[in-house]
């Protein structure tokens, strides 16, 4: 499974076990997820800049070996 199926997995199970909540502890577990986005959002825009700095790299060599 790639990374990308793994994420979406988890993001599928976490929207199941969100619908168990009721509206108000849902909301509750909303807000927070959205302040812990905005608190980590320089940590996620960084990781997210290295990681196109590496593909960039990577498909470089892919052009260079053929």
């Known amino acids: 499974m790639s990374g990308a199926e793994q994420v979406a997995r ?3 199970e976490s929207f199941d076990a969100s619908q ?3 509206s108000a502890e849902r909301h509750t577990a909303l807000i927070a997820l959205k302040q812990a986005l905005t608190d980590s959002k ?3 825009l ?3 800049k290295l990681d ?3 593909s960039t790299l990577h498909l470089a ?3 260079v070996e053929r």
């Open 61 to 63: 060599l892919v052009e």
């Open 46 to 48: 960084q990781a997210n």
């Open 20 to 22: 168990l909540l009721d």
């Open 10 to 12: 988890t993001a599928k």
């Open 42 to 44: 320089d940590e996620i």
């Open 52 to 54: 196109i700095e590496v």
